[in-house]
Structures are given as structure tokens and as C-alpha cells.
């Protein structure tokens, strides 16, 4: 079955950069669009970055020139460097991959950004 896991979140101090991994196995990693989606407390989960097969990406206007996405198909893994981080980072992030058959979520990751 799909798993997507994630790791590499942590506690950070605003201005620091952290780099998240997400694994992915049970499916084609390299056909498909991967996404980071993030959660904070109290709010709906929001699209942060996408990358497609093809290696174009996307990102939300609040990240934009302070995160990247990429990928390396040979490892089934998609990563997520952030820097300049801010407090208003603070989420729990999720690995996403939309397929025919339905989406599936990684278990998240928390990032904390202290001021």
C-alpha cells in the first residue's frame, strides 16, 4: 500500500532553515505530482509547495522565495528546504499524492519557529 513518511521537522529559531523528507514507497513515485501541504493550530490545512513528474513547481505566496521543493525519483523522495523561517511557519506539514485512486497523507511532521 502507499506510504508517504516524513521526517526532519523540529524546533528552529525565526531566521533558521530546516530541510523535510518525505519517503514514499507502494506506488510510481516518478509519474506522479507530489505535494507539501501544512496545518497550524486552529486553521485548515493549506497547499505549501508541488512539484510535478516533470520537475516544475508551485508554490504559496506566503513561502515564495523562501522555500524549495525538489525531488530524487532514484530515492522515492521529495524534500522541502526552508529557509528565513517565521513563526507563522509553525504547522504540522504533510506529503501528499493525489492518484486515480484517491489521495493519501503522510502522518506529518511538526515544525515549530520560535521568535
Known amino acids: 500500500q502507499v506510504q508517504l513518511v516524513e521526517s526532519g521537522g523540529g524546533l528552529v529559531q525565526a531566521g533558521g532553515s530546516l530541510r523535510l523528507s518525505c519517503a514514499a514507497s507502494?506506488?510510481?513515485?516518478?509519474?506522479?505530482?507530489m505535494d507539501w501541504y501544512r496545518q497550524a493550530p486552529g486553521k485548515e490545512r493549506e497547499l505549501v509547495a508541488t512539484?510535478?513528474?516533470?520537475?516544475?513547481?508551485n508554490y504559496a505566496d506566503s513561502v515564495k522565495g523562501r522555500f524549495a521543493v525538489s525531488r530524487d525519483n532514484a530515492k522515492n523522495t521529495v524534500y522541502l528546504q526552508m529557509n528565513s523561517l517565521k513563526p507563522e511557519d509553525t504547522a504540522v506539514y504533510y506529503c501528499h499524492v493525489l492518484r486515480r485512486w484517491g489521495d493519501s497523507w503522510g502522518q506529518g511532521t511538526q515544525v515549530t519557529v520560535s521568535s
Open positions: 512539484i510535478t513528474s516533470a520537475g516544475r513547481t
Open positions: 507502494g506506488f510510481t513515485f516518478w509519474i506522479n505530482t
